[in-house]
């Protein structure tokens, strides 16, 4: 091989002139070409009274290219000028103007490519011998970026942007620049200028800026207006579920955090009084089941922000809620043989074997025979009425059902010939099965532990205005499944159901986080949840009509009830594995590749009526946060 770039040359038939005799040229013609080729690609000379392009300016629609627009596809490509080319991403969002001026295509950038310029072949040794040498040149190149069409946007620059389907095809030539205009991109997006802060729309993980401002996106949460008192149009995001899916390292708390953080307010929603039919307004109250006791830090500020001014003006600027929460409470579920955990001010929470009553299948976290599941339903109903006033059974003699007097109260019946076994006709097998299910050491360290039961202090765990962090770091296996499912249970038995209700539940607009939701509302594999499920699903489905919002947290959102996300209005994912990725339907298609190379708080969202976007969270905490 030879050893300098002129011998290389020398032997390359590419170097060769059109009309096959070998190039003459000297060292300083050569040089001088080389200086023309940094510039932009020499396609014809330029009058030198043209105007520099505007520094949003991508380049122009190829018309050497098909141009189509149907139902079924599109094909939409721009030249990307060479000055660009460093700054267009996929996934930026263009503007491309049709001819009646006040009209444009709105799309994003779909694919980008580079094509050969020259007649330059770089499918061979001698090729590659020579870029071994000299640097690549760019405009030996075009660079094309495919375009998806989003929207039309109509009345572009006028105070009432408009957007419709793209239903007229852009002409060729046309110029193309990147969007840069907030009301282009809100409308073409269908973004709503206020609401719920989510994060900075982005592009490759870098947020987007307009006027050198980050671009805010927000969830739209209309509520009651404060001025007027009337109830403002569209479907608040907070009861329309929503689910925030991320893997363990890319920031899911973090991020949960700064959401929830919005939706404590002074805002307030109608709701119908269960009793008396009034329409009120009332505040929302935030439930947060904790069991990595992370969340009652939301009480504290975030001292990193709060002396930082820059911080400050841009939250303030956006309308971002920040700071610690003033009025949140901490409830501990208090079950035996545990230490509960630290959160500094606490108060406890008991869960009372009364939550059992219309819900014998809380006692069934297996899945007996029918025969043993008819006795143990039976035995569950014959005590309760001990309680009821009936004539059946005699008064108990304790003030509230409890879990040790209905052991006692089955033992009373152990006789072949009682009452109980023989009015509901349970043989001695089936009485022998119906004990062992029933007595257990879980159901003993849960039920009736402490003073603070859930339905006489429900007040004041479920009032407007308020964040109830419940923490269950304390609790592992069936006590944790047990406490949590009978408070998940319990709220939404009284705000679905019409008779004998807690009002409390049933009269405050609520939403429901629910960290590791996956172990709560995964595919039933025995009796409790299966009803759980079963209650869930009819809860993410009337949510709207009884004011009830699910917020399901999550890394593995693949384990997450199929009925149950398919209810879930908005979504919310951060980095996943590829394989979880693989097996979440309502994750968007565009993003699918992408999603397991997201950075820490790199997202994308999806909402209602809404292109699914990538946003970025903010890198600080909007209140305490220890990890």
Same mark, same amino acid.
Request: glycine content about 8%; aromatic content about 8%; overall charge negative.
């Given at each position: 091989?030879?050893?300098?770039?002129? +011998?290389?040359?020398?032997?390359?038939?590419?170097?060769?002139?059109?009309?096959?005799?070998?190039?003459?040229?000297?060292?300083?013609?050569?040089?001088?070409?080389?200086?023309?080729?940094?510039?932009? &690609?020499?396609?014809?000379?330029?009058?030198?009274?043209? *105007?520099?392009?505007?520094?949003?300016?991508?380049?122009?629609?190829?018309?050497?290219?098909?141009?189509?627009?149907?139902?079924?596809?599109?094909?939409?490509?721009?030249?990307?000028?060479?000055?660009?080319?460093? +700054?267009?991403?996929?996934?930026?969002?263009?503007?491309?103007? /049709?001819?009646?001026?006040?009209?444009?295509?709105?799309?994003?950038?779909?694919?980008?490519?580079?094509?050969?310029?020259?007649?330059?072949?770089?499918?061979?040794?001698?090729?590659?011998?020579?870029?071994?040498?000299?640097?690549?040149?760019?405009?030996?190149?075009?660079?094309?970026?495919?375009?998806?069409?989003?929207?039309?946007?109509?009345?572009?620059?006028?105070?009432?942007?408009?957007?419709?389907?793209?239903?007229?095809?852009?002409?060729?030539?046309?110029?193309?620049?990147? $969007?840069?205009?907030?009301?282009?991109?809100?409308?073409?997006?269908?973004?709503?200028?206020?609401?719920?802060?989510? %994060?900075?729309?982005?592009? #490759? %993980?870098?947020?987007?800026?307009?006027?050198?401002?980050?671009?805010? @996106?927000?969830?739209?949460?209309?509520?009651?207006?404060?001025?007027?008192?009337?109830?403002?149009?569209?479907?608040?995001?907070?009861?329309?579920?929503?689910?925030?899916? #991320?893997?363990?390292?890319?920031?899911?708390?973090?991020?949960?955090?700064?959401?929830?953080?919005?939706?404590?307010?002074?805002?307030? /929603?109608?709701?119908?009084?269960?009793?008396?039919?009034?329409?009120?307004?009332?505040?929302?109250?935030?439930?947060?089941?904790?069991?990595?006791?992370?969340?009652?830090?939301?009480?504290?500020?975030?001292?990193?922000?709060?002396?930082?001014?820059?911080?400050?003006?841009?939250?303030?600027?956006?309308?971002?809620?920040?700071?610690?929460?003033?009025?949140?409470?901490?409830?501990?579920?208090?079950?035996?043989?545990?230490?509960?955990?630290?959160?500094?001010?606490?108060?406890?929470?008991?869960?009372?074997?009364?939550?059992?009553?219309?819900?014998?299948?809380?006692?069934?976290? @297996?899945?007996?025979?029918? =025969?043993?599941?008819?006795?143990?339903?039976?035995?569950?109903?014959?005590?309760?009425?001990?309680?009821?006033?009936?004539?059946?059974?005699?008064?108990?003699?304790?003030?509230?059902?409890? /879990?040790?007097?209905?052991?006692?109260?089955?033992?009373?019946?152990?006789?072949? !010939?009682?009452?109980?076994?023989?009015?509901?006709?349970?043989? %001695?097998?089936?009485?022998?099965?119906?004990?062992?299910?029933?007595?257990?050491?879980?159901?003993?360290?849960?039920?009736?532990?402490?003073?603070?039961?859930?339905?006489?202090?429900?007040?004041? =765990?479920?009032?407007?205005?308020?964040? *109830?962090?419940?923490?269950?770091?304390?609790?592992?296996?069936?006590?944790?499944?047990?406490?949590?499912?009978?408070?998940?249970?319990?709220?939404?038995?009284?705000?679905?159901?019409?008779?004998?209700?807690?009002? $409390?539940?049933?009269?405050?607009?609520?939403?429901?986080?629910?960290?590791? $939701?996956?172990? /709560?509302?995964?595919?039933?594999?025995?009796?409790?949840?299966?009803?759980?499920?079963?209650?869930?699903?009819?809860? &993410?489905?009337? #949510?709207?009509?009884?004011?009830?919002?699910?917020?399901?947290?999550?890394?593995?959102?693949?384990?997450?009830?199929?009925?149950?996300?398919?209810?879930?209005?908005?979504?919310?994912?951060?980095?996943?594995?590829?394989?979880?990725? +693989? *097996?979440?339907?309502?994750?968007?298609?565009?993003?699918?590749?992408?999603?397991? !190379?997201?950075?820490?708080?790199?997202?994308?969202?999806?909402?209602?009526? &809404?292109?699914?976007?990538?946003?970025?969270?903010?890198?600080?905490?909007?209140?305490?946060?220890?990890?």
């Amino acid at each position: 091989m030879s050893d300098n770039i002129d +011998d290389i040359l020398d032997n390359d038939p590419i170097a060769d002139d059109a009309d096959g005799s070998v190039s003459d040229q000297t060292d300083e013609q050569r040089e001088t070409d080389d200086q023309s080729n940094d510039s932009e &690609v020499p396609e014809r000379s330029v009058p030198s009274g043209a *105007s520099a392009p505007a520094d949003d300016e991508l380049g122009h629609i190829l018309a050497s290219e098909e141009i189509h627009v149907s139902r079924q596809d599109y094909q939409v490509n721009a030249f990307v000028r060479t000055g660009a080319r460093d +700054d267009v991403r996929l996934g930026d969002y263009v503007q491309v103007p /049709y001819p009646d001026e006040d009209s444009e295509m709105f799309a994003v950038t779909d694919t980008l490519r580079y094509e050969p310029y020259t007649d330059l072949d770089d499918k061979s040794d001698a090729h590659n011998q020579i870029s071994a040498y000299v640097d690549l040149n760019e405009s030996e190149y075009v660079q094309v970026a495919e375009l998806e069409p989003l929207a039309i946007l109509k009345n572009v620059g006028s105070d009432d942007i408009e957007s419709g389907i793209v239903n007229r095809i852009p002409k060729p030539n046309s110029p193309a620049r990147l $969007a840069r205009d907030e009301a282009c991109l809100r409308t073409g997006l269908n973004i709503p200028g206020k609401g719920i802060f989510t %994060g900075w729309l982005s592009v #490759g %993980g870098e947020a987007m800026t307009v006027d050198g401002e980050n671009f805010p @996106y927000y969830l739209s949460n209309p509520g009651i207006d404060r001025e007027t008192g009337d109830t403002e149009d569209g479907e608040p995001a907070v009861f329309r579920h929503a689910l925030v899916a #991320g893997s363990t390292g890319k920031g899911k708390t973090h991020f949960t955090k700064n959401v929830l953080r919005q939706f404590v307010s002074e805002k307030r /929603y109608p709701i119908r009084h269960h009793d008396t039919g009034e329409e009120q307004q009332r505040r929302l109250n935030l439930v947060i089941i904790d069991p990595e006791n992370e969340y009652w830090e939301m009480r504290d500020d975030n001292e990193a922000i709060v002396n930082d001014d820059s911080i400050q003006r841009e939250l303030r600027q956006h309308g971002i809620k920040r700071g610690g929460v003033d009025d949140l409470e901490v409830f501990i579920p208090q079950v035996a043989g545990t230490n509960a955990p630290s959160t500094m001010e606490s108060r406890e929470l008991s869960i009372p074997f009364e939550i059992v009553r219309g819900r014998p299948e809380m006692l069934m976290p @297996y899945t007996p025979t029918e =025969v043993t599941r008819g006795a143990i339903e039976d035995c569950i109903s014959a005590y309760f009425s001990c309680f009821d006033g009936q004539d059946n059974y005699p008064e108990r003699g304790v003030e509230r059902p409890k /879990y040790m007097d209905f052991l006692a109260f089955l033992n009373e019946h152990d006789e072949d !010939n009682s009452r109980l076994r023989t009015d509901n006709d349970i043989g %001695g097998g089936t009485w022998s099965a119906v004990n062992r299910r029933v007595d257990r050491d879980t159901f003993r360290n849960v039920f009736d532990q402490g003073t603070e039961f859930l339905p006489d202090i429900s007040d004041e =765990v479920f009032r407007g205005g308020q964040v *109830s962090v419940i923490p269950t770091s304390h609790l592992n296996g069936g006590k944790e499944r047990l406490a949590v499912l009978s408070i998940l249970s319990y709220i939404i038995e009284n705000k679905i159901d019409d008779y004998q209700v807690d009002s $409390a539940v049933r009269n405050t607009p609520m939403l429901v986080a629910v960290d590791e $939701a996956h172990n /709560y509302f995964a595919s039933a594999d025995s009796l409790r949840e299966e009803y759980i499920l079963r209650r869930a699903r009819v809860a &993410v489905k009337q #949510g709207r009509k009884y004011k009830l919002g699910l917020c399901l947290i999550t890394q593995n959102p693949d384990d997450v009830d199929d009925d149950v996300i398919k209810q879930i209005n908005t979504n919310v994912f951060l980095g996943l594995k590829a394989e979880v990725v +693989d *097996s979440v339907s309502s994750i968007p298609s565009e993003f699918k590749k992408d999603l397991p !190379n997201f950075g820490k708080g790199q997202a994308v969202v999806k909402a209602p009526d &809404v292109e699914a976007v990538e946003v970025v969270g903010l890198p600080y905490c909007l209140t305490k946060h220890g990890n």
